[in-house]
């Protein structure tokens, strides 16, 4: 019996602000400046989806995929790297 290839696609939902302090205000350290990533798919009629925080954007997508790639291949799939990947051309 051969595995179902199941593709999964990773999109950016959220991106770091540009912080600027207002005239007059004090200076606030900015907080981490994070990306978040979620990676989702359909598996037998349902939809999975798993999400990731990272300083980068390539590793927060990296994490989301492979977060829901761990769980695709409990339920016996292969999974298969779909949109929000892009090919690097330094390969």
């Not at 925080?53 to 790639?69: D, Q």
């Amino acid at each position: 019996m051969s595995k179902q290839a199941i593709k999964i696609g990773v999109r950016i939902v959220e991106r770091p602000q540009s912080v600027s302090t207002p005239p007059g205000q004090p200076y606030r350290p900015a907080k981490k400046q994070l990306f978040k990533a979620i990676a989702t798919c359909v598996i037998n009629g349902k939809r999975l989806s798993k999400t990731a925080s990272k300083e980068g954007e390539n590793e927060s997508r990296e994490e989301a995929f492979n977060k829901l790639a761990t769980l695709v291949a409990k339920q016996g799939a292969f999974p298969v790297k779909g949109f929000g990947f892009e090919e690097s051309a330094s390969e």
